[in-house]
């Protein structure tokens, strides 16, 4: 089976492969040098590949298939690289796999002829060659992007003085021994400080989760990012996710609803003993920390204060943060415009 894939970078990830959970495979298995798929010197565990082994071959190594393979039981091969055929020569892999070409990656073949076979089905049989991405065989989702580590989860205590610290979670379709995964974080969403990093716990295909706690979180909003490292140089680095920690003694307190705001909705500042200024700024910050709408909003009758968040304010849908400052106190909440 031929499906083409688009995946954004270059991590191989699957967990269920025809119905088989692949939490138990054998080992990874990597090309340290151009060579030939049976010698033990090409591969970093010196040992030519085997049943339920996810081989993977970066980008400038070549390895040169040089036998009719048995059929492998459950392999993966990821390619970066180039994988090439030698003329007749095979790989078979059964009852279930795949072979991953991901941009960048190439199979090359001397001759025409079937060169790889799942379960008796030749899915591809040169010689010209093949780019990718593209993938052979049986893995769950022909969607599949790639996308590396993704931050799911950052949270920190919004109501009262003692919150002290900010959790980032994220997990990553495929995880390797050795990996490093960097946790980054910015007051603007665009200049980024290293505030921490996390050693992977072992080769994983089941987007293991990993978390990083923040102890000395901005007040505030603040944008979190997590970059995975391999030793082999392959980095990817995670879309920004927003925090909002709010200190709030004896301010206002800040609501915006309805909650996504489909239309028309208000942002109400309320119970302001402490803010008797008399006004309060309030900005609308967008996902790269710019800020794209400020207004002056006046106390009402009631003590507090009052706006509203309609089409007019030509904001594009997306994530906000709304921030009120007054002279004593600032305020944060954040509003998904649809």
């Given at each position: 089976m031929k499906t083409y894939i688009t995946p954004k970078n270059i991590l191989c990830s699957f967990i269920l492969l025809a119905g088989i959970t692949f939490t138990s495979r054998a080992a990874t298995i990597t090309a340290i040098a151009n060579g030939r798929w049976s010698s033990p010197d090409t591969w970093d565990v010196h040992r030519a590949p085997a049943d339920n082994d996810t081989v993977v071959i970066y980008a400038g190594t070549t390895v040169t298939v040089d036998i009719n393979s048995h059929d492998y039981a459950y392999m993966a091969v990821c390619v970066l690289g180039t994988l090439n055929f030698d003329g007749g020569q095979k790989l078979n892999i059964c009852p279930a796999g795949c072979v991953i070409i991901y941009d960048g990656g190439l199979l090359t073949g001397d001759n025409p002829g079937a060169k790889i076979n799942i379960c008796g089905t030749t899915d591809w049989t040169g010689p010209d060659t093949a780019t990718g991405p593209v993938g052979f065989g049986n893995y769950p989702n022909s969607g599949y992007t790639g996308t590396g580590p993704t931050v799911h989860t950052v949270s920190g205590v919004q109501d009262k003085a003692t919150a002290n610290s900010v959790i980032a979670k994220w997990s990553s379709p495929i995880v390797f021994a050795g990996d490093v995964f960097t946790i980054e974080r910015s007051e603007n969403g665009l200049t980024f400080e290293t505030i921490g990093t996390v050693n992977s716990t072992g080769f994983s295909m089941a987007g293991t989760e990993y978390s990083f706690e923040d102890k000395n979180p901005l007040e505030g909003s603040a944008?979190?990012?997590?970059?995975?490292?391999?030793?082999?140089?392959?980095?990817?680095?995670?879309?920004?996710?927003?925090?909002?920690?709010?200190?709030?003694?004896?301010?206002?307190?800040?609501?915006?609803?309805?909650?996504?705001?489909?239309?028309?909705?208000?942002?109400?500042?309320?119970?302001?003993?402490?803010?008797?200024?008399?006004?309060?700024?309030?900005?609308?910050?967008?996902?790269?920390?710019?800020?794209?709408?400020?207004?002056?909003?006046?106390?009402?009758?009631?003590?507090?204060?009052?706006?509203?968040?309609?089409?007019?304010?030509?904001?594009?849908?997306?994530?906000?943060?709304?921030?009120?400052?007054?002279?004593?106190n600032a305020y944060m909440q954040k509003a998904i415009l649809k």
């Open positions: 944008y979190y990012r997590v970059t995975q490292s391999n030793k082999h140089g392959l980095n990817s680095t995670s879309d920004n996710a927003i925090a909002e920690r709010t200190i709030n003694n004896s301010g206002c307190s800040l609501k915006v609803f309805p909650n996504p705001c489909t239309d028309d909705c208000q942002i109400n500042f309320t119970d302001c003993p402490g803010d008797n200024d008399g006004v309060i700024t309030v900005d609308m910050i967008d996902a790269n920390g710019a800020v794209v709408s400020s207004q002056i909003a006046e106390q009402n009758a009631n003590g507090g204060f009052n706006l509203h968040i309609d089409r007019s304010n030509n904001l594009a849908p997306g994530v906000y943060i709304v921030r009120g400052t007054s002279s004593k």
